[in-house]
């Protein structure tokens, strides 16, 4: 359909170009014609015809893909103006429009049709010649009388020129975008993969070990085997959990709308829950989707860390971008704590949120630092890089979110 429509708009283009083309041609030598209404009337059928083409491309673009019906339809009024005009300058001006549409509409292969206006227009600039004698005018007016049936040659290779190149860069469009949706779909099956193996995949994995040792157990240790019952329930509930949570992070951010409109609405629905005031300070930045992601997630669960440890009365977060990064920070006013050298260390202290943020900074290319000391809050900055177009706007908004 896309291909229709296309193609549609060169050829109403051209029908345009043409009927301004003979309009001002006409109106430039109708003082030098001896029956005025021999062009008014060849201007009439010009315009009554380019108008119930153009409304047939507009409603019905897929018409065109019968090229040569119209075509030939063109031909029916081209006939008509050299007649009424007698082979004035309209009907040379038609003939060039119609050489062009035929060269738009069948590229290369429009040469035979092309010859045939050029000879047609020969002809009847040679009998123009013929019936106006051998004056000096006409020996003036004879290599430009001869000269003018080439145009038509001349516009339809154009045409046809154009055309392809327009062909080429819509193929070369589509095949861009579709790429991109590839990608981006390919993407979203790998973080999902990464997600559900990391958080449901492993507790149901852990369910499934304790459900196969059931049946031994009752047998023999049915203490053994309640307690294991117990156990294989609190994992489902897990799992439910988890579930739940991928979901809502899922929906969290919203890719059509602005990122840090995003950002503001995390931190506005965190603030009312938490009961903590966040100021946001946000440069209107368009990252990548999967980054997107992972930033909200990053974020929510700072908020939640925020929420859980740090008995905090302020949080600020900024959304910034530095060299071609996209850089977030979330700092509170809390009690804070001393931040470990290694990950190893965060993991053997339970600071297990500090590397699943790490993580998701590294899945997208970038980085997370944590700054903290106890007493003075803490700040936390995850920068990852900006592959997506940046709004040219650069515009700051801030305000406070409070409960």
Same mark, same amino acid.
């Given at each position: ?8 708009? &060169? ?22 014609? %001896? ?40 031909? &029916? ?7 009424? *005009? ?26 035979? $049709? ?19 004698? *051998? ?10 009388? $001869? ?14 020129? &154009?055309?392809?190149? @327009? ?69 489902? %509930? ?61 974020? %929510?669960?700072? $908020? ?28 509170? %006013?809390? *009690?804070?704590?001393?931040? !470990?050298?290694? $990950? ?36 936390? #900055?995850?920068? #990852? !890089? @900006?592959?997506?177009? &940046?709004? !040219? ?11």
């Amino acid at each position: 359909m896309s291909w229709f429509v296309a193609y549609a708009a &060169v050829s109403r283009a051209l029908l345009l170009g043409r009927l301004t083309l003979t309009f001002a041609a006409v109106g430039v030598g109708v003082g030098l014609v %001896n029956d005025f209404w021999q062009s008014l009337s060849s201007l009439a059928l010009i315009a009554g015809t380019t108008i119930v083409q153009l409304t047939v491309l507009s409603r019905w673009p897929t018409a065109i893909r019968w090229r040569l019906c119209v075509i030939a339809v063109d031909v &029916v009024p081209m006939i008509g103006v050299l007649l009424l *005009s007698r082979g004035g300058v309209a009907y040379f001006c038609y003939a060039a429009g119609h050489a062009a549409l035929a060269g738009a509409l069948l590229g290369v292969r429009g040469l035979p $049709l092309w010859i045939a206006d050029a000879g047609l227009g020969l002809a009847v600039a040679t009998e123009l010649l013929r019936a106006g004698g *051998s004056g000096a005018a006409t020996s003036i007016a004879a290599p430009f009388m $001869l000269a003018f049936p080439m145009i038509d040659i001349v516009c339809g290779i154009a045409a046809a020129v &154009v055309t392809a190149a @327009l062909a080429r860069y819509i193929d070369a469009s589509v095949a861009a975008v579709t790429a991109v949706q590839h990608s981006t779909a390919a993407s979203e099956r790998t973080r999902l993969a990464r997600e559900l193996h990391d958080s449901v995949a492993k507790t149901l994995r852990g369910v499934s070990f304790a459900a196969v040792a059931l049946p031994s157990l009752l047998r023999r240790q049915p203490d053994l085997a309640e307690q294991l019952a117990a156990t294989v329930s609190e994992g489902a %509930n897990a799992a439910v959990r988890e579930a739940r949570e991928l979901l809502a992070g899922l929906r969290r951010d919203a890719p059509d709308q602005p990122f840090p409109d995003v950002v503001q609405g995390i931190c506005r629905a965190w603030s009312s829950s938490a009961g903590i005031p966040v100021r946001v300070t946000a440069t209107a930045v368009n990252p990548p989707v999967a980054a997107r992601y992972e930033l909200t997630q990053i974020l %929510n669960e700072a $908020l939640q860390n925020v929420a859980r440890h740090a008995s905090a009365s302020l949080v600020q977060v900024d959304l910034n971008q530095p060299e071609r990064h996209v850089e977030l920070t979330i700092r509170d %006013n809390g *009690s804070g704590f001393t931040v !470990p050298g290694e $990950l190893t260390e965060l993991s053997a202290s339970g600071n297990f949120g500090i590397i699943g943020m790490t993580e998701r900074a590294q899945a997208v290319g970038g980085t997370l630092r944590v700054d903290s000391t106890t007493g003075a809050g803490t700040r936390l #900055v995850a920068r #990852v !890089p @900006l592959t997506a177009d &940046v709004d !040219p706007a650069v515009s700051r908004y801030g305000q406070v979110v409070s409960p």
